[in-house]
């Protein structure tokens, strides 16, 4: 239990997929617009990542056990396509107004690399299912905060701050992204995975 927690934790802050590993950047850039975008694509990403380690885990064992390895990222791709197209058709008939708030978006989550990168991680690090269920579901939540974070930073900023034309827009948020992963970064040794 206590690696679990460990695991969870580092995933959320030192080992922070988005402002650690550089993941995501361009749905994180493109709908951190603002703060109900962000949590909208940001809870999209903890449900497709989350569903996906859960999926491909025992898929790789599969894949183990009859010694075709090889096929794991194309196995893996699969499945991501898949739950973002079953993801995108509930939020099309649920949630209309934040489908379309994603517009082209929403499908990229399907080549979004956080959501490869988690399945892939978790056969590199040789996870159980328990440690990449969490890991899974602590490395979507990091990049959430993440997203959450910058979207709530631009909008204070275009209320409260002249931020020079050269850097309006994505010039700021790439600052603000720079200065975020130094914080994150200077979590190191808090946890390990």
Same mark, same amino acid.
């Given at each position: 239990?206590?690696? $679990?927690?460990?695991?969870?934790?580092? /995933?959320?802050?030192?080992?922070?997929?988005?402002?650690?590993?550089?993941?995501?950047?361009?749905?994180?850039?493109?709908?951190? !617009?603002?703060?109900?975008?962000?949590? &909208?694509?940001?809870?999209?990403?903890?449900?497709?990542?989350?569903? /996906? =380690?859960?999926? #491909?885990?025992?898929?790789?064992?599969?894949?183990?056990?009859?010694?075709? !390895?090889?096929?794991?990222? $194309? @196995?893996?791709?699969?499945?991501?396509?898949? /739950?973002?197209?079953?993801?995108?058709?509930?939020?099309?008939?649920?949630?209309?107004? $934040?489908?379309?708030?994603? =517009?082209?978006? $929403?499908?990229?989550?399907?080549? #979004?690399?956080?959501?490869?990168?988690? +399945?892939?991680?978790?056969? #590199?690090?040789?996870?159980?299912? +328990?440690?990449?269920?969490?890991?899974?579901? *602590?490395?979507?939540? *990091?990049?959430?905060?993440?997203? @959450?974070?910058?979207?709530?930073?631009?909008?204070?900023?275009?209320?409260? +701050?002249?931020?020079?034309? *050269?850097?309006? &827009?994505?010039?700021? @948020?790439?600052?603000?992204? &720079?200065?975020?992963?130094?914080?994150?970064? &200077?979590? /190191? *040794?808090?946890?390990?995975?």
């Amino acid at each position: 239990m206590e690696r $679990l927690i460990e695991i969870f934790v580092a /995933t959320i802050l030192n080992h922070n997929i988005a402002l650690v590993y550089i993941l995501g950047m361009c749905p994180l850039i493109a709908i951190s !617009t603002s703060v109900k975008n962000a949590k &909208g694509m940001g809870i999209a990403v903890v449900i497709v990542v989350t569903l /996906t =380690g859960i999926i #491909n885990y025992p898929i790789y064992q599969l894949l183990k056990q009859t010694e075709t !390895t090889s096929l794991a990222l $194309l @196995v893996f791709i699969i499945t991501i396509a898949a /739950t973002v197209q079953i993801l995108e058709l509930l939020m099309e008939k649920f949630v209309p107004k $934040l489908y379309n708030a994603f =517009g082209i978006f $929403l499908p990229l989550i399907t080549v #979004n690399c956080v959501v490869l990168a988690v +399945s892939l991680f978790f056969v #590199n690090r040789e996870y159980s299912f +328990s440690e990449t269920a969490v890991f899974s579901f *602590g490395s979507s939540l *990091g990049w959430m905060l993440a997203i @959450v974070l910058i979207a709530g930073l631009r909008e204070k900023m275009a209320k409260h +701050s002249d931020v020079p034309k *050269g850097l309006k &827009g994505k010039g700021i @948020v790439f600052v603000l992204l &720079g200065i975020l992963a130094l914080a994150f970064i &200077g979590l /190191t *040794g808090l946890a390990s995975i």
